[in-house]
C-alpha cells in the first residue's frame, strides 16, 4: 500500500500562472481533504469531500478550486496563482468508522511545497 | 470562532519527560487528536481522546478534560527521534449541521537536546 501520495512534490509558479495538485488514496477511504500549511500557523482547511462527486469548503477556499471524480484521487486546482498562495500543501484521507468513539484517523501525504513568485 | 493554543517551543532533555498543553475554545467538540511532524514531513497519528481521562500509548499518554477545554500529552524517556512539532487538533461538529472537520493548533516545537 502507498497509502496517501501526492503529485507533484515541489512547484515553483509566477504569479498568474495556474496548476493542478493531485492527491492519490489506495486506502478506500471516503473522505478526503486539502489543507495548507503555514510558518506558524495550523494546518488550514481548503476544501473537502465526502465522496465521489462531492466537495465542500472549508476554512480558507477562496482562490482555490477541487474536483473529486474517482474516489481515490483529489484535485486542487489554482487558477490564477498569487504569492499568498505560497506555502505547503497536505492532502489527507479518511473513513468516518466509528467517531467519536473511535478515532477517524486522517492519513497525510508527504506534502507539496509550492512558490509562488 | 474556534481557537487551539500550545506553546510554540519547548525544549528538553534525553531521557526525561516532557508535557505539551493545549487548551481549546472550539464549538460542537467532537474529539481531540495529537499529531507528531517532523521537520519536512507529514503529520503522523499519535493519540486521541473524546471522554475525559488519560490514555496510554507505550511512551505516549494524553489527558482530557472537556470542562477546561484542556488537554496535554506526555512523552516519556524522551529520546533525539522525538524532536519534532506536535499538533493537537480537534474535531468539531457544526452546530448548523454538516460534517466533522478538524481545527489545528499552530503546534509545538519540541527540541531534545543530550
Known amino acids: 500500500n502507498a497509502g496517501v501520495t501526492q503529485t507533484p512534490k515541489f512547484r515553483v509558479l509566477k504569479t498568474g500562472q495556474s496548476m493542478t495538485l493531485l492527491c492519490a488514496q489506495d486506502m478506500n477511504h471516503e473522505y478526503m481533504y486539502w489543507y495548507r500549511q503555514d510558518p506558524g500557523m495550523g494546518l488550514r482547511l481548503i476544501h473537502y469531500s465526502v465522496g465521489e462527486g462531492t466537495t465542500a469548503k472549508g476554512e480558507v477556499p477562496d482562490g482555490y478550486n477541487v474536483s473529486r471524480l474517482k474516489k481515490q484521487n483529489f484535485l486542487l486546482g489554482l487558477e490564477s496563482a498569487a504569492p499568498s498562495q505560497t506555502s505547503v500543501y497536505f492532502c489527507a484521507s479518511t473513513t468516518p468508522g466509528l467517531a467519536p468513539f473511535k478515532p477517524d484517523t486522517q492519513y497525510f501525504g508527504p506534502g507539496t511545497r509550492l512558490t509562488v513568485l | 470562532g474556534q481557537n487551539i493554543d500550545q506553546p510554540t517551543e519547548m525544549t528538553a532533555t534525553e531521557g526525561a519527560i516532557v508535557q505539551i498543553n493545549c487548551t481549546y475554545q472550539?464549538?460542537?467538540?467532537?474529539?481531540l487528536f495529537w499529531y507528531q511532524q517532523h521537520a519536512g514531513e507529514a503529520p503522523t497519528f499519535l493519540s486521541y481522546?473524546?471522554?475525559?481521562g488519560l490514555e496510554e500509548k507505550g511512551r505516549f499518554s494524553s489527558f482530557l478534560s472537556r470542562s477546561k477545554g484542556y488537554s496535554y500529552l506526555l512523552l516519556k524517556e524522551l529520546q533525539m527521534k522525538d524532536s519534532a512539532s506536535y499538533l493537537c487538533?480537534?474535531?468539531?461538529?457544526?452546530?448548523?449541521?454538516?460534517?466533522?472537520?478538524?481545527?489545528f493548533g499552530a503546534g509545538t516545537r519540541l527540541a531534545v537536546h543530550p
Open positions: 472550539t464549538s460542537g467538540f467532537n474529539g
Open positions: 481522546n473524546v471522554l475525559d
Open positions: 487538533a480537534v474535531r468539531v461538529v457544526p452546530l448548523s449541521g454538516g460534517y466533522n472537520k478538524l481545527i
